[in-house]
């Protein structure tokens, strides 16, 4: 949010001579307000405007917990949300009329540190006024949520405030708004309850009008930097991996094509087939998982062990042909105008050429309606995306791809992939990262789909989808009453 530098347009008389009159004018000037405008607006007007009826999907995934589920989902949430309440952005009315200066939002100070209360101060148009008065000036400052305490840096104006380094501090002077506005400037706020992310809100008070200050109090976090090594190429940068079951055949033909464009570059192979088969080839670590553990776990395992700043995903019936040309997904993250962490390609022919001739083809929106006590609504609308990315015209922003992608291994760490999709799992990903991964799809790199269906025992596992219990997770876990596709 902006700082917001609210002027004092409503001190427009010129001298007057007691602290009644200026008081009277001000009131006056405050009844000819809008009501959306004036300092009475409350903080229930805004979350009124907030959704908080039910919302529809037009499908028949129309989602229906049990009561005892329905009750553990709403304690769930309820902790979910305290965790997540500071977070967010605050919700800061800035009034109309104010003889204050100030900035809104956008203080910051670790836990049990200190920083000035930056931008405080009286108008000028106020000055004028104030000045040409012997009224006392007296502004109050008031931490509403009592995390820390407000003091005065300089010892010059002692004899000015009371309530020195508590949560209450009270400044007077005689009709001197130079001198208020120079103890202003010194204003400081030090924290004084550890805890890495939580929000004060300071109430500033002249006269009858207030004004609110939130500083945020937080951790700062530490950056994960990958070392692409002295030659930065596409060995050090990129880490292919893949999950397998039951097809070696498929797999060993994907580690085959890789090998033909990049020999140099690692590939990571998860698999949970019953009776795994040894795979000792240049560059490919193997992992062996308890037999039938699961598609999404396979993936946080590969996902865990990757050592680049980006890793790429392919399917074990996946080739690499002509088009894989994976400088190409690097070259979007690298931009120094594009933030992404998350691109997805398409798919092509044996030669490279692509197959799909519209624009992203896989791409997805994920359309979301807040809902009430039952749950919020959620749809996946397949071959939908959004603008067009400036700097890469053959890319386009979405909410998900084909599962053919590129993607940022810090990224995806902090999302990670629910285990309890053990079979199929693919929008699944997008409805968790929702929010948090910044994605587009692109056709300038595809990859060749070569499907495998001849072992009767894959074929069986892939066909136990358990949809109503995947769908009942999806439902408890996101929050979701329906789900439309």
Not at 10 to 36: A, C, D, Q, R, Y
Not at 47 to 70: G, V
Not at 74 to 89: F, Y
Not at 341 to 355: H, I, L, Q, R
């Amino acid at each position: 949010m902006k700082p917001c530098h609210i002027f004092a347009v409503g001190f427009l008389l010129s001298v007057v001579s007691t602290v009644l009159i200026i008081h009277l004018h001000l009131m006056k000037s405050e009844k000819n307000l809008p009501k959306s405008l004036s300092k009475t607006s409350s903080k229930k007007n805004i979350q009124n405007r907030m959704p908080s009826q039910a919302c529809s999907c037009t499908s028949k995934f129309e989602i229906s917990l049990d009561k005892s589920s329905k009750q553990r989902r709403r304690i769930e949430l309820e902790d979910w949300k305290r965790l997540h309440a500071t977070s967010g952005e605050p919700q800061v009315q800035c009034p109309a009329y104010s003889p204050f200066k100030y900035i809104g939002s956008g203080i910051t100070v670790q836990p049990l540190g200190s920083t000035k209360l930056y931008g405080l101060s009286l108008d000028s148009a106020a000055s004028n006024i104030l000045t040409n008065t012997s009224a006392i000036i007296q502004v109050l400052l008031h931490c509403r949520n009592s995390l820390g305490v407000l003091y005065v840096a300089k010892t010059d104006y002692l004899r000015n405030f009371t309530g020195n380094n508590t949560a209450e501090l009270t400044l007077s002077v005689v009709s001197d708004v130079g001198k208020m506005n120079a103890i202003l400037s010194e204003i400081g706020y030090r924290s004084t309850i550890y805890n890495i992310e939580s929000r004060e809100i300071i109430d500033v008070t002249l006269m009858s009008y207030n004004v609110s200050i939130h500083v945020h109090i937080k951790r700062p976090e530490r950056p994960w930097l990958y070392d692409p090594g002295e030659s930065g190429n596409i060995n050090s940068t990129v880490t292919v991996i893949t999950k397998t079951f039951e097809r070696y055949s498929a797999v060993k033909r994907l580690i085959s094509s890789v090998h033909k464009f990049y020999p140099g570059i690692t590939i990571l192979i998860a698999d949970d087939s019953e009776f795994p088969e040894k795979i000792q080839l240049p560059n490919v670590k193997h992992y062996i998982m308890p037999f039938a553990d699961g598609w999404f776990a396979g993936r946080n395992l590969l996902v865990s062990q990757v050592r680049t700043k980006y890793f790429l995903w392919v399917d074990d019936d996946f080739v690499f042909t002509n088009g894989t040309r994976l400088e190409r997904f690097v070259e979007k993250f690298e931009h120094p105008n594009v933030s992404v962490d998350y691109v997805g390609g398409t798919f092509g022919d044996e030669f490279g050429k692509a197959s799909r001739k519209s624009n992203c083809y896989g791409c997805r929106r994920l359309e979301f309606q807040y809902g009430d006590e039952e749950g919020d609504c959620l749809a996946v609308r397949k071959e939908r995306k959004y603008h067009q990315v400036a700097e890469f015209p053959q890319c386009f922003w979405a909410d998900g791809t084909d599962n053919f992608f590129m993607a940022r291994t810090s990224s995806v760490r902090k999302v990670g992939f629910d285990p309890f999709f053990e079979r199929v799992g693919h929008f699944e990903y997008f409805i968790d990262s929702l929010g948090t991964m910044r994605m587009m799809g692109c056709t300038d790199v595809n990859i060749m789909h070569k499907s495998d269906r001849s072992n009767p025992k894959y074929n069986k596992f892939r066909k136990n989808n358990a949809k109503t219990a995947k769908l009942k997770h999806i439902s408890f876990k996101n929050n979701l009453r329906c789900l439309t596709f």
